[in-house]
C-alpha cells in the first residue's frame, strides 16, 4: 500500500487577502494527485506563490481542500474520526524553513525534542534523557546541546534540533517545507544529506517542498513541478535535466 496518496486535490482561495490588495482571487492548487511510497522522497518543485505552501498544508492536515482526498496508510486525512486523527498526526511530522520560529526559545534544547515524546509516550526521566541523547547523535549533534537554548546554536544546528523533534515519534512521513533555505550551502548539503542517510536507515519518506532545484536533487527520488497551481512536470529524479516545461526550465536555468 502507498503511505500517502493525493487525488485531484482542489483548493481556490475564495477571500483576497487584506482589502483584496495582497491575494490573487481564484489562486490557489488544482487538480493535484501524487503518491509517495515507503522510504520515498518527493520533491515539489516550483517558484513563488506556484502553491507550495497551499500543497503542503493541505498534506499535513491543516487546510481543507475544497475537493479531492489525501489518503495516508488508507485513511483520508479530512474524513479521518477524532482517534484515527490524533494517530495519523504521530505518523506525519514536518520541518519548517524558519527554524527559529519553529521553537519556544525560551525552551531547552531537551525540552524542545522531547515536546512530542512527552505528548504521545510515558516516558521517566531518564528515559527521555536516553531518547534525547539518542536522537542528537542521530541528527549529529552532542548530548551536551541538550542543555543549550535556540540563541546558543547557530542556524543550522537548530534546523538539526528541529529535525530531531521531527523524527522522535519515529513517523513515516516527514513534510520538509523549505528546509534548508535559510542556511550557508556548506550547512544546506550536511542536513539533506542528514535526511538522505535518515531515509535509508530509517525507511522514512518526505515531501521535500523547495524553489531550489539543486536541494531538491539531493534528496528527492522524483519531482514534480508546480506552476501556477498544477503539476506541470513530474519525471524520477534522473530526468531531471530534460525538463522542458518553460517553469522547470526557469528553475533549472536559475541553479546552474
Ligand atoms: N490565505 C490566502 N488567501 C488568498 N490567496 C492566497 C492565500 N494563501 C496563498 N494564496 C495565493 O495562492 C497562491 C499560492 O500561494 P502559496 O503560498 O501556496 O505559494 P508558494 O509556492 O508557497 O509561494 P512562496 O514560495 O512565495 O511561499 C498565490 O497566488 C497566493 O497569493
Redesign the pocket.
Known amino acids: 500500500m502507498s503511505l500517502l496518496v493525493a487525488e485531484h486535490i482542489f483548493k481556490t482561495?475564495?477571500?483576497?487577502?487584506l482589502f483584496g490588495l495582497?491575494?490573487?482571487?481564484g489562486?490557489?492548487?488544482r487538480d493535484i494527485s501524487f503518491r509517495i511510497e515507503p522510504a520515498m522522497c518527493l520533491g515539489i518543485l516550483?517558484?513563488?506563490?506556484?502553491?507550495?505552501?497551499?500543497?503542503?498544508?493541505i498534506m499535513l492536515g491543516l487546510l481543507r481542500p475544497d475537493s479531492g482526498s489525501v489518503k495516508m496508510l488508507g485513511t483520508d486525512l479530512y474524513q479521518a474520526d477524532k482517534k484515527e486523527r490524533i494517530k495519523l498526526r504521530r505518523e506525519i511530522q514536518v520541518v519548517f524553513q524558519d527554524c527559529y520560529s519553529a521553537v519556544n526559545p525560551r525552551f531547552s534544547v531537551k525540552h524542545i525534542i522531547s515536546e512530542p515524546l512527552r505528548n504521545y509516550e510515558r516516558l521517566s526521566p531518564q528515559e527521555e534523557i536516553r531518547k534525547v541523547t539518542e536522537l542528537l547523535e542521530v541528527v549529529g549533534l552532542r548530548p551536551d546541546d541538550m542543555l543549550k537554548k535556540p540563541h546558543q546554536l547557530s542556524g543550522g544546528q537548530l534546523q538539526r534540533v528541529n529535525i530531531a523533534r521531527a523524527i522522535a515519534l519515529e513517523p513515516k512521513l516527514i513534510v520538509l517545507?523549505?528546509p534548508v533555505s535559510s542556511l550557508d550551502m556548506v550547512v544546506q548539503k550536511q542536513i539533506l544529506l542528514h535526511l538522505q542517510d535518515l531515509k535509508k536507515k530509517k525507511g522514512l519518506s518526505y515531501l521535500l517542498?523547495s524553489?531550489d532545484v539543486l536541494a531538491v536533487s539531493l534528496l528527492a527520488d522524483q519531482i514534480a513541478v508546480?506552476d501556477g497551481?498544477q503539476i506541470v512536470e513530474k519525471v524520477a529524479i534522473t530526468e531531471l535535466l530534460s525538463c522542458s516545461h518553460p517553469a522547470s526550465r526557469r528553475l533549472l536555468d536559475a541553479a546552474l
Do not use: V
Open positions: 482561495y475564495r477571500s483576497s487577502g495582497n491575494k490573487k482571487e489562486a490557489g492548487i516550483g517558484e513563488s506563490g506556484a502553491g507550495k505552501s497551499t500543497l503542503g498544508n517545507d523549505e517542498i524553489h508546480l497551481g
